[in-house]
């Protein structure tokens, strides 16, 4: 073999083993199932909880720079996070499909508050921070005990914030889409 081709061969192996990993983490091989990544990849306002919801059901939180990972069955649904906020994202999943939101601090009045968007996946600057935390960080996953602790005493929180989602909607007040453009196969 010439040293070119072994050049070659070294060259093509090692960009294999560069390329981004984030595709084989997050496949969604469940085709009943849509795969929802929730990613604070900003520190901005590390130090303040955010709280993630699915409609009415209280999901978790955390502060700083993390994600999580939650499977939910394709159709319509509701998602939202607060912090001195609320900010809503209507979701229409497919199964099999795996999706990224981004939850990004703003500045608040008192703490930071929250904005939730969708994530492109052509949108290789937001990709790159997707990939990024996905290879550095391992997916939260949230202690049943505390979450189960915390839901007892969300029941008006829960009826308060999607009083807001309705109000909100009635005014004419534009709420993100997460859809099949924000797809990954």
Request: charged share 25%; hydrophobic share 40%; proline share 5%.
């Given at each position: ?28 091989p ?5 795969k929802?990544?929730?990613?604070r ?44 906020n ?100």
């Amino acid at each position: 073999m010439s040293k070119s081709t072994l050049l070659l061969l070294f060259l093509s192996g090692l960009l294999t083993a560069l390329s981004p990993v984030y595709a084989q983490q997050t496949d969604n091989p469940n085709p009943d199932k849509a795969k929802v990544y929730f990613m604070r990849v900003s520190g901005t306002g590390a130090l303040v909880n955010f709280k993630y919801f699915h409609g009415n059901h209280y999901l978790g939180k955390f502060s700083g720079p993390n994600y999580f990972v939650y499977e939910v069955e394709p159709g319509e649904h509701l998602f939202w996070v607060t912090s001195e906020n609320r900010d809503f994202i209507e979701a229409t999943l497919e199964g099999g499909k795996t999706y990224f939101i981004e939850v990004r601090p703003t500045i608040g009045g008192v703490k930071a508050a929250v904005k939730v968007l969708p994530i492109d996946p052509a949108d290789t600057k937001r990709m790159k921070l997707v990939n990024r935390m996905i290879l550095k960080k391992q997916p939260m996953v949230f202690d049943d005990a505390k979450v189960a602790e915390d839901r007892e005493s969300m029941d008006f929180f829960i009826q308060n914030g999607l009083e807001k989602y309705t109000s909100d909607k009635s005014k004419g007040k534009t709420v993100a889409q997460l859809t099949s453009i924000h797809a990954i196969d």
